[in-house]
C-alpha cells in the first residue's frame, strides 16, 4: 500500500506579488485537495497572517516589494519576533544561479524551486517539506533546518556533539 | 602542565582544551506528517505518470491569463520605452519596468511551454541589472528585447523554436555585450 499525502488537512500561505505565480501555485494546491490556502504580495502582510492564522506551509517568492523574499526569511528564523521559526519555507524564485541557491540555504531555506517550474517539480518539493522533515540546527550562525541532506556513514569523532 | 622534555630539549606546554561548540540539534518537526501522510486519504507520495500529467494540466489552465497578460504588460513597457527614448527623465521608469517585465517573463515564461521567452528575457534582465539609467542605444536594445518576446506571444512559438529564433537569441546576447557600458 502506498503512502498518501492528505492536503486538505494542511494550512498553505503564498507570498508572491506576481498574479500569475501565486496563481498558477493556488491552482495546484487546490487540486490537490488543500482548502485553507492564503495569498499575500508582499512580507508584511504575511507576518499579519501568520500571527493570527494558524499556517503550516510557507511558499515565498524571493523577489518582492519592500522585504525581499530573502529578509523574510531571515526574519522568520532569526527574530525574536518570528511567528514560528520551525515553519517550513519553500523560496520559488527565477534567481536560480548557485549563488542564490547557497545563500537561501545558509538562512535556513526549507526547500528551494527554481522558476520557471513544473508541476512535478512543485509537488516533489510539497512531498519532500511534509514527509521528510528534516531536524533543526541551531548554532551561533545559523538556524535552520540541517543543511546535510545526504546521511553519509562516517568514521570519525562527530565534532558538532562530542568536541571538548 | 609544562614541563621541559629531555628528549627534544624543548619546554612542552599542554594542549589547551578545546571549548565545546556551540550546536543544538534539535529533532525534526513531525506534526505535519503526522496529520496528513497516511495509506487512505489523498494523493500518492510518488504521483504516476498520469497524475503528474493531470497535475501539469492545472500549471497549465493559467497558461492564457499568461499570454494575455504579459502580452499587455510588453506593450506598456514599449510604451514607456519608447517614451523614454525622447524624456530623459523617464528612463529610470522605463528601467524599473523593464527589469521588472524581465524577471516575470524569464520566471514564467518556461512554465507556460515559452522556454524561448525565458531565454530572452535573461538576457534583457541581465542587461538591465544594476542600472538606475539608460542611454539611447542601451534603450533601442531593450526595445529589440521587447518587440522579439511580443512576436513569440502573438506568434504563440512554444519550445525553443527554429534556428532563425536561436539566431535572434543569440544576435540579441551579443548586442547586449556590445552596449553593456556605461552601466549607470
Redesign the interface.
Known sequence: ??????????SFLIVDG????A??VY??LA???ASHIQRVKSPNDAFDVLRTEKI??VICEW?LRGMDGLEFLDVMRNSTNSPNR?I?VIML??HSEMRYVTTARDLGITEFLA??????A??SRL?S???R????????TYFGP?RRRRQVQFDGPD???L?? | MTHYDWGSGAIVKPEE??K??????????????R?????????????SPEQ?E???Q??Q??SE??VR??GKDLMECRKLVINALRDKPKRPEAIIAANDLA??V???????QY?LM?QIAKSMEIFVADRTTANEKQLLVIQLHIDSLYVILAGRVTGFGSTVEQATVAALTKLTERYAEPRE
Do not use: C, H, W
Not at chain 2, 495509506?39 to 500518492?44: A, P, V, W
Open positions: 500500500m502506498n503512502a498518501k499525502i492528505d492536503f486538505s488537512k494542511i506576481d498574479k500569475i505565480s496563481q498558477v491552482d495546484t487540486y490537490l485537495g503550516d506551509i523577489r520551525f517550513p524564485t527565477a522558476k520557471p517550474f513544473n508541476a512535478k512543485l509537488y512531498v517539506v511534509i514527509a522533515p528534516r531536524r533543526f540546527i541551531n548554532t551561533g540541517d565534532r558538532r556533539s568536541d571538548e | 582544551p578545546k565545546k561548540k556551540n550546536v543544538q540539534i534539535i529533532p525534526a518537526q513531525t506534526d505535519l506528517k496529520k496528513a501522510v497516511n495509506f487512505i486519504k489523498g494523493f500518492d507520495i510518488n504521483l503528474l493531470e497535475l501539469e492545472v500549471v489552465r493559467s491569463t499568461f497578460d504579459i524577471y516575470s524569464k520566471a514564467l515564461g518556461g512554465t507556460f522556454p525565458t
